[in-house]
Nanobody, 116 residues
Framework: QVQLVESGGGLVQAGGSLRLACAAS????????MGWYRQVPGKQRELVAT???????NYGDSVKGRFTISRDNAKNMMYLQMNSLKPEDTAVYYC??????????WGQGTQVTVSS
């Protein structure tokens, strides 16, 4: 069993910053990739950023240049540094994890609210 727990969400004013964290635990072996996604009610979950086990990153167009994804492999942690936040960044943010063999897991999400 794999558990993913997000933290760091909250309320911030536009232009501010937040740092999200995702803690992975359980039967974690051969992680191939981890990522952040976000979702607002009535819309599909969208890509924020991903990072492979080799350190290759990919970002959604709307966050490029403002958000930075990183991993601490020794601690099984992943982070999302969010700068220059905009009201349209308001969403529930989820972390995900892929293991070798295409096993896929999601966290429970953390709310990020950006006020104008």
């Amino acid at each position: 069993q794999v558990q993913l727990v997000e933290s760091g969400g909250g309320l911030v004013q536009a232009g501010g910053s937040l740092r999200l964290a995702c803690a992975a635990s359980g039967n974690i072996r051969s992680i191939t990739a981890m990522g952040w996604y976000r979702q607002v009610p009535g819309k599909q979950r969208e890509l924020v950023a991903t990072v492979t086990s080799g350190g290759i990153t990919n970002y959604g167009d709307s966050v490029k240049g403002r958000f930075t994804i990183s991993r601490d492999n020794a601690k099984n942690m992943m982070y999302l540094q969010m700068n220059s936040l905009k009201p349209e960044d308001t969403a529930v943010y989820y972390c995900d994890l892929w293991l070798l063999g295409f096993n896929h897991y999601w966290g429970q999400g953390t709310q990020v609210t950006v006020s104008s």
